[in-house]
């Protein structure tokens, strides 16, 4: 097989980072992938070597890690800013203006910015890979790359896995206080767990994956959500509830729903995350993790493996 | 977006042939594909133009058809010869000795001669699509074209939508006899129903998906195979039973198995096909129609698609 070599430049190097390196170090070469790690960039400075402890040999910001090596692809593994997306979405201005590729597990600049990363990208002949930023390293984004030719109509996903592990509790008897509590024991929840149970997290997901699928613009600001907090075993009554992410067109929203047992979602437990996807000729239901160091690696591997193919 | 030029012949033009011919007219342009269809053989011999009826213009079989319009892909979609894999592989042969790509429908091929086939095509560069095979439409040999890196470890299908049909209807409360009339009736099943029923078309399909999966070289006869046309409804006693294509490493078996409410195949109902893959990372499974000329015809255009791309 003949291997394909790329620079690449990492934003953020925390646990995914970390994970990321070691992937490519291991099944790069069996993929046909060489991938040379030659900056890593964080809030603290600029590493410009190939090592697992972050190093700092410069100091600077992202654009500077940028001028000083010229990679082929950034790998944006930092932490999400919703505010104003920073510092990612002035370095992928920068890079995507230049050709450089971007790969992402940051959600931020695409829940806010995804029409104007994606025009930039088309007009510079440059590849956004974001397979991470929805279920992890289990395929959403890059299964719908494959069904080109196909309408999708309507999307239903399970896309929180920590809302979705305190639900799971809560049908089997736990109060919302308990099954949280655990959640965050097993580290399925931060110990600020409120962008995941108020329905932010699994917005912004529906906002990447809405805009993908049906070639929109939406931003978070667009998408309508309510979480889990208020719900309480109680009011439950035997039911099951997820939190259901869902879009018909223009119209996305975040919000728990009664399941029945005949819905393919119905048996979607604990961590696990799933995507069910209405298209003009079918409908197509995956399943898998939705997050995890590893996972989120694998999600941006493959779209880097994807990237040197030419299909992203 | 730039439009790739195929020039494809047809092996085969049952109802999956005419729906791939209006998919590719309908939804080849907005997905940058324009293929045109050179010539169309089947039993009754050669058609040198694009019509939705088979008109016969020239004798011969399919070699002669390949002389005459040297096309760049050929798809077959003529049905399976599990004797010999004719005419089939002998087309196979000799176009990907010229580099000319096979997208195939037909498990005949692939089931009795996966690695001479793959090997040949290696040798000259030509590409493979094999996605309409397992699952029709809903990504299965694709899906794992997605997952390059990964180390596959185990399968577990529900591959053939007539045995999950009736195992469903029986665990509903029909008869065997009750439930296989019923399939018939509504097109789910043959009037002939023995490869289904008896487990073999979920062989051949588990053959080829171990092959591509595992990187092996099996061959249908290597696959242990039983079904469902001794399973009475009394035996069943409530449980729910399912006809499981299953494989680790080189063992492959289908066989009907007892299914637990927690596994994620147990809410796969009626004609559903599913595959739950295992690897070193993570599980996933994908669930969807596994039959139908649309689904088929879409797994075929998705596989067009995908060789114009590079992924195949």
Do not use: C
Request: aromatic residues 6%; hydrophobic residues 40%.
């Amino acid at each position: 097989m003949t291997s394909v070599s790329l620079r690449a430049m990492f934003l953020g190097y925390g646990n995914v980072g970390k994970a990321l390196r070691k992937m490519i170090k291991e099944r790069g070469e069996k993929t046909g992938l060489n991938v040379k790690i030659e900056a890593v960039v964080n809030r603290s400075g600029i590493m410009l070597e190939d090592s697992d402890n972050f190093i700092k040999n410069k100091e600077g910001g992202p654009i500077d890690a940028l001028n000083m090596t010229n990679p082929d692809v950034i790998i944006d593994v930092s932490s999400a800013n919703y505010e104003s997306g920073e510092p990612s979405l002035s370095l992928y201005r920068e890079a995507l203006s230049r050709g450089i590729h971007v790969v992402t597990a940051n959600k931020a600049p695409l829940a806010l910015r995804y029409g104007e990363i994606m025009d930039l990208a088309k007009k510079h002949s440059a590849s956004v890979g974001f397979q991470a930023t929805v279920m992890s390293g289990t395929p959403s984004i890059n299964l719908l790359r494959l069904m080109r030719g196909l309408k999708i109509v309507k999307i239903r996903g399970i896309l929180n896995g920590t809302t979705n592990y305190i639900l799971t509790r809560m049908h089997q008897g736990l109060e919302y206080d308990q099954a949280l509590k655990e959640a965050q024991a097993l580290g399925y929840a931060e110990t600020n767990p409120e962008h995941d149970v108020n329905g932010f997290d699994a917005a912004a997901k529906l906002t990447i994956l809405t805009n993908f699928a049906m070639g929109l613009n939406l931003s978070i600001k667009d998408v309508v959500f309510s979480g889990i907090e208020n719900i309480r075993k109680s009011s439950l009554k035997g039911k099951k509830v997820k939190l259901i992410a869902y879009s018909e067109g223009r119209f996305a929203k975040v919000s728990p729903e009664e399941i029945t047992k005949e819905d393919p979602l119905y048996n979607v437990e604990g961590v696990m995350n799933a995507l069910d996807i209405h298209s003009d000729i079918q409908e197509v239901v995956i399943m898998g993790p939705g997050a995890g160091p590893q996972n989120a690696a694998f999600g941006l591997f493959s779209d880097i493996v994807l990237i040197t193919k030419g299909l992203i």
